[in-house]
């Protein structure tokens, strides 16, 4: 298959949103859908589960693409908070709580002058930044984010003290902000 | 140097990659929903799982599942939003991350104490509590069986370490004797995981063990 130039999501879900376009969202389904799945699987789901809730978050997609607002988040930071949030509530009673108040990305607290804002939102700043980071870091981040990964279990994993563990995901996440804000020139 | 009022970064992750336990996750909740400047960190997090999602080698769904999906588009009708989940409780003075739960009742767990259980979110013996301070009291002296995180609601509290104020999030060091004073002209609440139960040393821990379990 020839690779395609990367599509713009965010203007897909504005088709969703604004004119209920069928055929924008089966291009969101066909990208998301199966990397959704892919990662739920890694994070511990069976692939039964990680199915049904794949195509949960997609519907989830569907009818929130309204709320979707892309001066606060990428399309694959949202998505993913999505599915974040079924997996939670699949795994554990209450946790809609937990995550609700944000689900926003903010949109209900007054607009602050954050980089983090502004950068965060672009997927390829973010994946640049990650590139930036030493590979113990990134491999520590990524890694966080799998099979339900605690950090003692990525320690046992990965074979080094749970405090290295620890200080290369901070100091990584610290990369991250300082590379995200030098490249979006700390405007809000 | 004054001690850290908010989460480290690698909790911060955890908390938005969905591992953090339930008790933890709901302290870390508390301290976001009181302090919108640590949230840059988890919406930083959260970037940062997109670009984990988009990093993943695609796993097919299965065949005709757009085809269902599309389908039930048309009577796709709106679920009951996530941030409008039905309050648990009647306590409208909490931050929203715990309006989710119902409470205990309050119980008497020494001069000017009070606790409550959080109900729900539990990991093994980790749970949840809310703790009220009469103003000028201390918590019971305590040293710490596992991890305990608290973050203030109302009032303040102070330790070696300095003073804790709304939103200010406090991860116990397990070596250190911990007395918090409560220093606000009003009662302190706060919300705490603790992990096993708190031992209370000396003679009036041995006096109070058997009627406080905190």
């Known amino acids: ?188 | 140097m004054s001690a850290r009022r908010h989460p480290s970064e690698e909790r911060l992750l955890a908390f938005e990659a969905g591992t953090l336990s339930a008790p933890e996750a709901v302290v870390v909740a508390t301290h976001l929903a009181l302090q919108p400047q640590t949230r840059a960190w988890t919406h930083l997090a959260r970037a940062v799982g997109g670009a984990v999602l988009e990093e993943q080698e695609p796993s097919p769904l299965k065949a005709g599942a757009l085809e269902s999906i599309l389908a039930r588009l048309d009577d796709a009708e709106p679920r009951p939003d996530l941030a409008v989940t039905r309050p648990r409780n009647t306590d409208t003075s909490l931050p929203a991350p715990l309006r989710g739960f119902e409470l205990g009742p309050w119980r008497w767990a020494g001069p000017g104490v009070h606790v409550r259980n959080v109900l729900g979110p539990r990991d093994g013996d980790c749970r949840v509590i809310l703790l009220r301070i009469a103003s000028g009291q201390s918590a019971p002296r305590h040293t710490h069986n596992g991890v305990e995180l608290t973050c203030v609601i109302e009032g303040a509290y102070a330790t070696q370490d300095g003073v804790f104020e709304p939103g200010d999030f406090e991860e116990a060091d397990p070596s250190v004797l911990h007395q918090p004073r409560v220093v606000s002209d009003t009662p302190c609440l706060c919300v705490a995981a603790l992990d096993g139960q708190i031992v209370l040393p000396g003679r009036l821990g041995k006096i109070l063990a058997p009627f406080v379990r905190l």
């Open chain 1, 1 to 188: 298959m020839v690779s395609q130039p990367p599509r713009d999501f965010s203007a897909l879900i504005a088709l969703v949103a604004q004119a209920k376009d069928r055929a924008a969202f089966a291009e969101i389904f066909g990208y998301y859908g199966p990397r959704i799945k892919a990662l739920l699987i890694k994070s511990g789901s069976a692939p039964a589960m990680a199915e049904e809730l794949a195509q949960e978050a997609m519907l989830t997609v569907w009818r929130k693409a309204a709320s979707y607002d892309p001066a606060r988040a990428s399309v694959s930071a949202w998505i993913y908070t999505i599915a974040r949030n079924l997996r939670s509530d699949a795994l554990r009673r209450g946790s809609s709580a937990l995550y609700a108040f944000d689900s926003t990305f903010g949109a209900e607290a007054p607009a602050q002058p954050d980089a983090i804002v502004s950068g965060a939102q672009d997927d390829a700043c973010v994946r640049a930044a990650m590139r930036s980071l030493n590979p113990d870091q990134a491999q520590a981040i990524e890694m966080a984010f799998y099979q339900e990964q605690t950090h003692s279990q990525i320690s046992q994993a990965l074979g080094v003290p749970l405090g290295t563990v620890k200080a290369r995901i901070r100091f990584g996440m610290m990369k991250l902000r300082a590379f995200i804000e030098r490249e979006t020139g700390g405007r809000a």
